[in-house]
């Protein structure tokens, strides 16, 4: 791939918003913990090792979706494992028959983590207080922060304990099947 700019393409970040409206349908059943606590699910339990829990994330400067992985280690607490781009046929393979099981990382579980899209890195991610998506630290310079161009928010950065909200991915269960035409699955 040449420095050439790529032209955005929506549905390159369609695979994100259907992991937020996961998100958004656990918001609203009362399954999922937000800021005005509402119920959550319980983390992880301190024996099981080895779970493996993708936080969504869109890169600041190319508007696209990717997941920082997490697993969880003998004693309990998650730590980084890698960042994933997330393209429709990932999102397809893991995420699309997930149950949306979702799992609860705090963020002092979070580790460095660095973009796949534009290589920004910095602590887990921001929170954009005008999309309310997860952002990489790609466009970020010092304490100040600016979010992908289709949201368009800025500002100073403030440092919050908080919850991050992550899915498991499934597993793939033979064959690709496609839709009305039988196969596999």
């Known amino acids: 791939m040449g420095k050439?700019?790529?032209?955005?393409?929506?549905?390159?970040?369609?695979?994100?918003?259907?992991?937020?409206?996961?998100?958004?349908?656990?918001?609203?059943?009362?399954?999922?913990?937000?800021?005005?606590?509402?119920?959550?699910?319980?983390p992880?339990?301190?024996?099981?090792?080895?779970?493996?829990?993708?936080?969504?994330?869109?890169?600041?400067?190319?508007?696209?979706?990717?997941?920082?992985?997490?697993?969880?280690g003998a004693d309990g607490r998650f730590r980084h494992a890698?960042?994933?781009?997330?393209?429709?046929?990932?999102?397809?393979e893991q995420y699309a028959d997930s149950r949306n099981e979702m799992r609860l990382v705090n963020s002092a579980d979070l580790a460095e983590e660095c973009c796949p899209w534009c290589g920004g890195h910095g602590f887990g991610s921001v929170r954009c207080g005008t999309c309310a998506r997860e952002i990489c630290y790609g466009k970020t310079t010092g304490r100040?922060?600016?979010?992908?161009?289709?949201?368009?928010?800025?500002?100073?950065?403030?440092?919050?304990?908080?919850?991050?909200?992550?899915?498991?991915?499934?597993?793939?269960r033979g064959g690709f099947a496609v839709p009305g035409k039988g196969g596999q699955r």
């Not at 937020?20 to 959550?40: C, H, I, W, Y």
């Not at 992880?44 to 697993?71: F, N, W």
């Not at 289709?150 to 991915?169: A, D, I, K, L, Y």
């Open 4 to 42: 050439a700019l790529v032209k955005w393409q929506q549905r390159e970040i369609e695979a994100g918003n259907r992991m937020d409206t996961a998100l958004a349908r656990l918001r609203q059943n009362g399954e999922l913990e937000t800021r005005r606590g509402q119920s959550a699910l319980s």
């Open 144 to 172: 100040y922060f600016r979010c992908r161009d289709s949201c368009g928010g800025q500002g100073t950065m403030v440092t919050e304990f908080r919850t991050n909200e992550g899915v498991r991915p499934g597993s793939p």
């Open 44 to 72: 992880a339990p301190s024996g099981t090792s080895g779970e493996v829990v993708d936080l969504p994330r869109v890169c600041a400067v190319h508007d696209k979706p990717y997941a920082a992985r997490y697993v969880t």
């Open 82 to 92: 890698q960042t994933i781009r997330v393209t429709e046929a990932l999102y397809l």
